[in-house]
């Protein structure tokens, strides 16, 4: 069982930023491979970032890109979501979810992000 919780959302002006964090239990968090979701009222939930299990491979939406860079540190049982020159459209409840070898996936509860204008 993988309980995946986030922390450090909360109100940003444009331009500003935020650390996003993850926590993970229950799980070899090694083993997972993450990804960073978010979803703005209205919206369908859309992938932002993923990084490999071994931290070795990360991609990113194409209008994240250059401004969120995604991070683990495997000791700590983390993944992180540095979200830089963050902009009004980046405003969305945003998710970690981890993938087990097997393909099972596992939330977090989401961390609200606000970017005002």
């Known amino acids: 069982q993988v309980q995946l919780v986030e922390s450090g959302g909360g109100l940003v002006q444009s331009g500003g930023s935020l650390r996003l964090a993850c926590a993970a239990s229950?799980?070899?968090?090694?083993?997972?491979?993450m990804s960073w979701y978010r979803q703005a009222p209205g919206k369908e939930r859309e992938w932002v970032a993923f990084?490999?299990?071994?931290?070795?491979?990360?991609d990113y939406e194409y209008f994240v890109k250059g401004r969120f860079t995604i991070s683990r540190d495997n000791a700590e049982e983390m993944v992180y979501l540095q979200m830089n020159n963050l902009k009004p459209e980046d405003t969305a409840v945003y998710y970690c979810?981890?993938?087990?070898?097997?393909?099972?996936?596992?939330w977090g509860q989401g961390t609200q992000v606000t970017v005002s204008s």
């Open positions: 979810k981890g993938r087990t070898p097997s393909g099972s996936d596992y």
């Open positions: 229950g799980f070899s968090f090694s083993s997972l491979a």
């Open positions: 990084i490999s299990a071994a931290g070795d491979f990360t």
